[in-house]
């Protein structure tokens, strides 16, 4: 199973003080340097994480394919036909969310999702989309001419330890074989962490997880104690 890693918190980070630290280039290079097969970046509608220039920069230095995370929207579909990131994964978007809350209802607007992606598609770039793991919305999904499902994780962990736990994880594995079974490719993403990553295992052929906000944090514990002692090594 291959990891792509979203690296929109460290530029959360950086704008916290406008900036240019720390770099969102430099934890690219080094996901990738540690086995990410992917980097992910959701160019959001107010920009509040990654930003243009971050995504065209990112085009230009990735060893390995840039996704990119877009909702319908014309604006940012001129980017993506510009800068021609490897794959892009359309998910909903509200403005007023902290996070991607739910998948695309694709079943619902058919017509307007495949309408949409028709130009990336023509454009050689690869196409996801990131719905729930829901039957309606992978036969709706396999209509489109998207070639990836990104199956929606989030109901999942946070039922993880849960009586809830396991009708939520039949779902991602039913939900894989339906669409493995229509042609399509799987992935899956969104609160997986270090606790309930390990059951993506349980469902057959899944090709990539996006993971971004658990790694993030983890990585600040992980690379405290050096920040930390390094500082006081300078100031000695
Ligand atoms: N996949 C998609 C489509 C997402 O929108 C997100 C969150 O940006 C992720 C994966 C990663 O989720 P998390 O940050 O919870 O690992």
Sequence with gaps: ??????????????????????????????????????????????????????????????????????????????????????SICLVPEKRQEVTTEGG???????????????????AGIIVSLFIDPDEEQVKASAKTGAQFIEMHTGAYAESFGYKEEEEEFQKLKKSAELAQSLGLQVNAGHGLNYENVHRMHEIEGLHELNIGHSIISRAVFTGLAEAVSKMKEMIK
């Design 1 to 86: 199973m291959l990891l792509g890693v979203n690296i929109d918190h460290v530029a959360t980070l950086r704008n916290a003080r406008g900036g240019v630290e720390p770099s969102v280039e430099k934890a690219a290079e080094i996901a990738e340097n540690n086995g990410a097969t992917s980097i992910t970046t959701h160019l959001r509608e107010d920009r509040r994480h990654i930003k243009d220039e971050d995504v065209y920069a990112l085009s230009q230095i990735l060893k390995t394919r840039l996704n990119l995370e877009m909702a319908m929207a014309d604006d940012i579909q001129a980017i993506a036909l510009d800068v021609k990131p490897y």
């Design 104 to 122: 695309l209802d694709v079943a619902g607007q058919l017509a307007k999702v495949t309408e949409f992606i028709n130009p990336l598609l023509d």
